[in-house]
């Protein structure tokens, strides 16, 4: 009867031990990519999104102000919410996206569209932000504008790419480039 007992506590401490080794070991490291930073609007680098802003149905002041401003953005992500601050001369635009997938629902203007319902979820891969907006345009329109954000050359630019997709016309797209500031 000793030696059973004995047994089963050297199996409780032994499993106890394995246990604390387990929990007390550091968290994983993410392998998404952290997108926090100061970044600055590359427009040399970028495409202009006059096209995609025209589809939408943004007045020609817009588009031509998109297409000469230079815009600062500050961005902060922690593991559940992405905020990005962009300003310039007479702009400014707050959003907030959460990244576990789930569906917002939003009243924000986006490039001359009413976003209505925003879900933001990282690619299959985990390199890429995917944040896809249901949309309406003035003219009524419905679709989809989808944001693609990433980072390259070392994390030194982000990416994003504008995809609009509205029902029964042509799929436009736009690609901006924004540099990190030390």
């Not at 990005?84 to 009243?107: K, W």
Request: proline share 4%; net charge positive; hydrophobic share 40%.
């Amino acid at each position: 009867m000793r030696f059973p007992l004995l047994r089963a506590l050297a199996a409780l401490v032994c499993l106890g031990v394995l246990s604390l080794s387990e929990t007390s070991a550091a968290p994983e490291p993410t392998d998404k990519p952290d997108l926090s930073g100061l970044w600055i609007l590359d427009l040399k680098a970028s495409t202009s999104v006059g096209p995609l802003m025209k589809q939408i149905g943004a007045g020609f002041i817009d588009r031509t102000y998109a297409a000469v401003t230079k815009l600062k953005a500050t961005v902060h992500q922690t593991n559940q919410i992405l905020t990005i601050a962009a300003r310039g001369p007479d702009f400014a635009l707050d959003e907030t996206l959460y990244l576990d997938g789930r569906t917002d629902t939003t009243n924000q203007q986006l490039l001359g569209a009413t976003a209505f319902k925003t879900r933001t979820a990282w690619s299959q891969d985990g390199k890429r932000l995917v944040a896809t907006h249901q949309i309406k345009t003035k003219q009524g329109k419905q679709g989809q504008l989808i944001i693609t954000r990433y980072l390259t050359d070392g994390g030194k630019n982000l990416v994003a790419v504008y995809t609009l997709k509205l029902d029964a016309e042509p799929e436009t797209s736009a690609r901006q480039i924004w540099d990190k500031q030390a």
